[in-house]
């Protein structure tokens, strides 16, 4: 009697264990399918105050809209393009960044003229600038050429309102060594200089870097920038509550969340649109970003 007691218990046991572990697989099943076909989908706009005291008069409420890490044909299809391009255009933006990886391993001709098609629609007032990310190869520069996107990899431009007051926007191509791209770039800064000042960035009332992989900013002197924008990390596809990011990738280590203010420097990293590697999002919606510039 005893032991038929003792084995109807473990009998019991076994049947509760069993039962758990099949909750905890169905949750694993219905978490992963969640993160898969509906975490992967829609369109975040988180916007945010960039706040300088050289916006009262000048570039006073310019709107500029960061699109990164398309990673087109992934999980991100042409609905999904027309659809982010239609809400970029309701939002009126003055300027547009694309901070690179357009796609993930390649891109064939007909993705090609998809994005060309749709990425031309992309209206501002101003100009639409692209860098390139870790994935982009030579097919990057015809779609960026075609779509009336200026060429920023280790390139500088400057807007001017009424001829008074600028900003100055560069760019560095990931793929690049950065100590080559920062020379590239102060090079092109040069014809700015004057004897007057000894930093030629003081040539400019607010600057702004582009560039793919946030980490790159411990290889060089980032604080004359006033804004750093930055994509690559995506955030971390996979966030959970009160831990944030589970993984990022190389070049995103140290710096993968949305925000961090360096002092003078404030760096901006989006979460971006498609997926790489893992064609997972949880707790992590596909994302652009708007910058508003304000003096308060």
Do not use: C
Not at 32 to 51: A, Q
Not at 61 to 84: F, M, P, W
Not at 230 to 235: D, L, M, T, V
Not at 266 to 281: A, H, N, P
């Amino acid at each position: 009697m005893k032991k038929a007691l003792e084995q109807e218990v473990k009998s019991s046991k076994s049947r509760k264990i069993l039962k758990i572990l099949f909750i905890i697989l169905i949750l694993i099943v219905i978490i992963f399918l969640y993160s898969r076909f509906i975490g992967t989908k829609g369109l975040l706009v988180k916007e945010y105050k960039i706040i300088n005291d050289n916006f009262v008069d000048n570039f006073y409420g310019l709107k500029i809209v960061q699109i990164s890490d398309l990673h087109y044909g992934d999980t991100t299809n042409e609905k999904d393009l027309k659809q982010i391009i239609e809400k970029i255009n309701t939002l009126k933006p003055d300027i547009v960044f694309f901070t690179g990886d357009l796609y993930s391993n390649g891109l064939e001709e007909n993705a090609k003229n998809e994005l060309i098609t749709n990425l031309k629609d992309i209206k501002v007032s101003i100009k639409k600038y692209a860098i390139k990310g870790n994935h982009d190869d030579e097919a990057w520069d015809e779609v960026m050429k075609e779509s009336n996107f200026v060429d920023l990899n280790n390139n500088i431009d400057v807007i001017y309102n009424n001829n008074a007051s600028n900003i100055l926007i560069t760019g560095i191509n990931t793929n690049d060594d950065i100590n080559e791209s920062i020379k590239k770039i102060d090079e092109l800064l040069k014809p700015y200089n004057n004897e007057e000042e000894s930093n030629v960035m003081l040539k400019f009332s607010y600057k702004i870097l582009l560039l793919h992989e946030p980490d790159k900013i411990l290889d060089f002197d980032y604080s004359n920038y006033d804004l750093i924008l930055a994509g690559h990390s995506h955030n971390g596809q996979i966030r959970l509550p009160f831990i944030g990011a589970l993984y990022t990738p190389d070049g995103s280590k140290k710096y993968y969340d949305e925000f961090y203010d360096l002092g003078n420097t404030k760096l901006y990293i989006s979460s971006g649109i498609g997926t790489s590697k893992l064609k997972l999002r949880l707790f992590n919606r596909p994302s652009i970003n708007l910058y508003r510039l304000t003096n308060k």
